[in-house]
T-cell receptor, first 114, second 113 residues
Framework: GENVEQHPSTLSVQEGDSAVIKCTYSDSASNYFPWYKQELGKRPQLIIDIRSNVGEKKDQRIAVTLNKTAKHFSLHITETQPEDSAVYFC?????????????FGSGTRLQVQP | DVKVTQSSRYLVKRTGEKVFLECVQDMDHENMFWYRQDPGLGLRLIYFSYDVKMKEKGDIPEGYSVSREKKERFSLILESASTNQTSMYLCAGGTGSFGTEAFFGQGTRLTVV
C-alpha cells in the first residue's frame, strides 16, 4: 500500500519568514496530493491540493510543488504569520475503486514566533 | 456549510466494554471514513465505506468494526475496548469523485481505562 513520509516533525520560524514542509510517497500510481491544516483543538481542513498533471500550484501565501519522478511534494508558506501556527498534514491518494481514501503523513507542527 | 458531526467529543470507557462512535454527515456524500490520530503517527485509516452497507478495511482495522445502514451515518465499533485504543478518532466524509476534499468531524477523544 501507499506510505507517506513527512518532514520535519516540528518547525519553528520567525514571523515573516518562509516555511517549507516536505513529503515523499511510495506508490507511483498516486496522483492526488492535498494538504490539511489542523489548528489546536480543531478538525483538519483542506488548505491546498495538487494533481499529478500539475507541477506547482499557488494560493496567495501558500504554494505546493510536485516532483513525480522523485515522488516528492512540498508545501511552501511565505510571509508567515502567527495564525499559520498549526499542525500540517500531507496526504496522497490514487484513482482506484478499491481504495478511495487518503493516506496521511505523520504531521508537522509549525510554530510562528511573533 | 457542510457538516460532519460526531456524537461525542470526549468518552471514557472501561477495558472490555463495547464502544460505539457515531458519525453523521449532511452532505449526501457517498464516501465516509474513520481515522485514528495519535501524536507522531498522523492520521491512520481504520475503515471506510463508499456506499450504504459497504465497508472496506483500512490500514489498522484490527479490533474495530463499522456499520453503515444509512448513507448519512457511519458508526465505528470497538468490540472489546483495550487501553491501546485510547486515541483521538476522526470521522470524515467525501464525494465519490476522485480527488475531492474530505470533510472532517470535530473528533472524539476516547480514553479506555
Amino acid at each position: 500500500g501507499e506510505n507517506v513520509e513527512q518532514h520535519p516533525s516540528t518547525l519553528s520560524v520567525q514571523e515573516g519568514d518562509s516555511a517549507v514542509i516536505k513529503c515523499t510517497y511510495s506508490d507511483s500510481a498516486s496522483n492526488y496530493f492535498p494538504w490539511y491544516k489542523q489548528e489546536l483543538g480543531k478538525r483538519p481542513q483542506l488548505i491546498i491540493d495538487i494533481r499529478s498533471n500539475v507541477g506547482e500550484k499557488k494560493d496567495q501565501r501558500i504554494a505546493v510543488t510536485l516532483n513525480k519522478t522523485a515522488k516528492h511534494f512540498s508545501l511552501h508558506i511565505t510571509e508567515t504569520q502567527p495564525e499559520d501556527s498549526a499542525v500540517y498534514f500531507c496526504a496522497a491518494s490514487k484513482k482506484d475503486t478499491g481504495r478511495r481514501a487518503l493516506t496521511f503523513g505523520s504531521g508537522t507542527r509549525l510554530q510562528v514566533q511573533p | 456549510d457542510v457538516k460532519v458531526t460526531q456524537s461525542s467529543r470526549y468518552l471514557v470507557k472501561r477495558t472490555g466494554e463495547k464502544v460505539f462512535l457515531e458519525c453523521v454527515q449532511d452532505m449526501d456524500h457517498e464516501n465516509m471514513f474513520w481515522y485514528r490520530q495519535d501524536p507522531g503517527l498522523g492520521l491512520r485509516l481504520i475503515y471506510f465505506s463508499y456506499d450504504v452497507k459497504m465497508k472496506e478495511k483500512g490500514d489498522i482495522p484490527e479490533g474495530y468494526s463499522v456499520s453503515r445502514e444509512k448513507k448519512e451515518r457511519f458508526s465505528l465499533i470497538l468490540e472489546s475496548a483495550s487501553t491501546n485504543q485510547t486515541s483521538m478518532y476522526l470521522c470524515a466524509g467525501g464525494t465519490g469523485s476522485f480527488g475531492t476534499e474530505a470533510f472532517f468531524g470535530q473528533g472524539t477523544r476516547l480514553t479506555v481505562v
